[in-house]
């Protein structure tokens, strides 16, 4: 541990204006604060604040940042509060050291919902003052090499993979390569013991085995760079445990298959020096085809930059190169640590690209798995670059669509997103992007956001702006539904229902507003009886609770709602426009509508009935049907021929039982009304290719 003036001295060796006293006086108030408080080690707690603080200085970061570091478990784990820390140390100590504080004392919510909610605290703290994440990463490190002092396995698993699924993808997106590699080793032991224990005893036994052929490969590298008169630094290394573990999951190979587990580093003094050397390697060995990435050219959004290219060296030996300068160098290890703006007295803004997309990703979270959900796609790593008509640069994870380049451009842009040039053709808006697409996005002023979109976007951003859209809809047709039904109950009584009536029930009952109101109607969260009682007093009195309300005066129309939002056609019956429809009510499910002679009504339903329509006109809705087919040469071709000259488009078509010399499919068809899809049945009955058909 650290003692008082080696910190202070540290600090003092790179900010030599830095004031020893705030120091001095952080540095007794957290031993003071955390007094004999113990880790499970067995150490004094305040050991772990201040061992993060070293770090920090590690770094070379600022005064404040070091006081928060000291400080950053004081209020959460002792008597200290914010507004004392403020007195002591003034409101921008107070700020960082309240945002890397996390929320634990709430002990109503779940694990989950805990989690979320200091995410949730963590990254908009964070989004206007990157220092808090600084703190963060660096407490995390800590405690991760403190986790096997942990006696609970299952405590020890659960912080582990936190930290592989948030901290060190943050890590990585940041730059801070180095925190991100030993987050990684120290969770992957937690994670999977037995793979950890056999890929570092292999990497072990290599290595007593090669007898020094990792310094040898390092010198010829450094040979033939010298004589094309580069003068570099050369470095070899076994790779990270963690990512050879990931190599053979994903390539599903054994440790003997992988070929290129040593990893060299060349330094060089310039930009130009970079490719030059990487010319020269290419030409004295074999580089390994599609093995090549310029991030020099094209740095990560991280700002990583180097040249990473792979070689087979004698014997078929498979090995990575990465070459960078010097400069580029530290960036990559440290990343925003290695040139924080504070030290040049500027204050970064926070707006980092991806930090906005985690800030709009904390408003659009509907709950706690869905933050945890979006903020894991979010800090995904492994990454494609995509670009705009206009060269724009664009990185998305693996396996991202133009839905997720949509929404990557601007919320906006996908909100209205209706389909996509991929390199100058159109293509689906379900096709994974590969790297360099250019992708340009094809818009409508009446699109929206489709709920099926959920089923292939990869991007947390894409998932919470689909997910709002979506509910903000479904949030709209219910309270039109609401509207419909509030006016039907309001025609019961006695008196007239005005606006003052109305808002004053909206008090009654406890809404926030009108809007509030109507949502619960349209979802059966408020029943008929209180809502009576509500707009007028007395209404329902002397009445039992097996009254025989008054039915409906006239149907409710859902002309104009979407399928899926408000109400849901049945699976049952399959509901087509101009049939006799009602509707099924029941708590928090919306409404279900079936045909009124559908076998499910007859059986009996613990909901309430409500009178539908259509409305006037109507917008279709998708008929099946079951048809019987001769099994010979030409028959299905002939049946989706009848479909297409009755204007009717195969949603989905299925072989059910085979039973020569029949065939049963069912037929989903898009059709505009019941008398479309007789029309329908009609021509398939006089085919001679159908042995029956009709509707379901």
Request: include cysteine; charged fraction near 25%; hydrophobic fraction near 40%.
């Given at each position: ?142 405690n991760m090499r403190t986790l096997h002092f942990i006696k609970s396995a299952e405590k020890r698993r659960r912080i582990a ?536």
């Amino acid at each position: 541990m650290l003692r008082q003036y080696e910190l202070v001295e540290r600090v003092k060796a790179y900010e030599p204006d830095a004031d020893e006293a705030v120091l001095n006086r952080a540095y007794v108030y957290t031993v003071q604060k955390h007094g004999t408080q113990q880790r499970a080690s067995g150490d004094p707690y305040f050991s772990h604040p201040i061992e993060v603080a070293g770090l920090m200085t590690e770094l070379k970061l600022d005064q404040e940042t070091i006081v928060t570091a000291l400080l950053h478990d004081t209020v959460e784990d002792t008597l200290a509060t914010i507004e004392e820390v403020e007195q002591y140390f003034g409101p921008e100590i107070a700020r960082l050291v309240d945002g890397v504080t996390k929320l634990s004392k709430i002990e109503t919510l779940t694990e989950n919902e805990r989690a979320a909610e200091n995410l949730r605290k963590f990254f908009l703290a964070m989004s206007e003052d990157l220092r808090v994440l600084l703190v963060k990463l660096a407490d995390r490190l800590h405690n991760m090499r403190t986790l096997h002092f942990i006696k609970s396995a299952e405590k020890r698993r659960r912080i582990a993979k936190e930290t592989m699924d948030i901290y060190a993808p943050l890590a990585e997106r940041v730059g801070m390569y180095e925190y991100m590699r030993e987050m990684q080793l120290l969770a992957f032991e937690q994670l999977e013991p037995e793979a950890y224990a056999t890929i570092t005893g292999r990497l072990a036994q290599i290595r007593s085995q090669e007898g020094g052929q990792v310094d040898a490969i390092a010198l010829a590298i450094k040979q033939a760079l010298a004589e094309a008169g580069l003068d570099v630094e050369v470095s070899g290394r076994e790779k990270h445990p963690y990512s050879i573990w990931k190599k053979m999951a994903e390539r599903h190979v054994s440790f003997e298959q992988i070929t290129d587990i040593m990893a060299f580093r060349v330094l060089t003094a310039s930009p130009g020096d970079c490719y030059k050397a990487l010319g020269v390697l290419h030409q004295t060995w074999q580089m390994i085809p599609g093995r090549f990435k310029d991030y020099i050219s094209t740095p990560k959004s991280n700002g990583y930059r180097s040249l990473h290219t792979a070689l087979i060296y004698e014997n078929s030996m498979r090995m990575e190169v990465q070459i960078r300068t010097r400069d580029m160098h530290r960036t990559n290890e440290f990343g925003l640590a290695a040139h924080w703006a504070y030290k040049q007295g500027e204050r970064p803004d926070g707006q980092v690209g991806w930090l906005r997309d985690l800030i709009e990703i904390v408003d659009a979270s509907h709950d706690a798995e869905e933050l945890l959900e979006h903020t894991r796609l979010a800090i995904y790593q492994d990454r494609i670059f995509a670009f705009t008509p206009k060269g724009a640069l664009h990185q998305l994870p693996k396996g991202a669509t133009p839905i997720d380049f949509a929404y990557s451009v601007h919320t906006d842009l996908g909100n209205a997103a209706v389909g996509a040039k991929i390199n100058g053709r159109h293509m689906p808006l379900r096709t994974p992007l590969a790297n360099g697409d250019v992708v340009e996005i094809i818009k409508s002023r009446d699109s929206e956001p489709q709920l099926s979109w959920l089923g292939f976007v990869v991007t947390g951003k894409a998932r919470a702006a689909i997910r709002r859209a979506v509910r903000a809809k479904e949030r709209q047709e219910v309270a039109t539904i609401g509207r419909k039904l509030f006016d039907e109950v309001a025609s019961r009584l006695p008196a007239r229902i005005g606006r003052k009536a109305t808002l004053a029930a909206v008090r009654k009952l406890g809404f926030k507003d009108e809007e509030d109101l109507m949502v619960a109607m349209g979802s059966a969260k408020l029943a008929d009886r209180d809502l009576m009682e509500a707009l007028v007093p007395g209404s329902t009195a002397g009445m039992g609770e097996q009254i025989e309300w008054p039915k409906q005066e006239r149907a409710i129309s859902i002309r104009g709602l979407t399928p899926g939002m408000a109400f849901h056609l049945a699976d049952c019956c399959h509901p087509l426009p101009d049939d006799r429809i009602v509707g099924l009510r029941q708590p928090g499910k919306g409404v279900e509508v079936h045909t009124i002679d559908c076998l499910k009504l007859a059986s009996g339903v613990d909901a309430d009935w409500l009178d539908l329509s259509w409305g006037e006109r109507s917008d279709g809705a998708v008929g099946r049907l079951r048809v019987v087919l001769y099994n010979r040469p030409g028959t299905l071709a002939e049946v989706t021929a009848i479909f297409a000259s009755n204007h009717a488009n195969v949603v989905n078509l299925q072989m059910i039982q085979r039973d020569d010399p029949f065939g049963t499919y069912e037929v989903d068809l898009e059709v505009r009304n019941v008398a479309h899809l007789t029309r329908i049945v009609g021509s398939l009955r006089a085919s001679e290719a159908v042995a029956e058909a009709e509707r379901i």
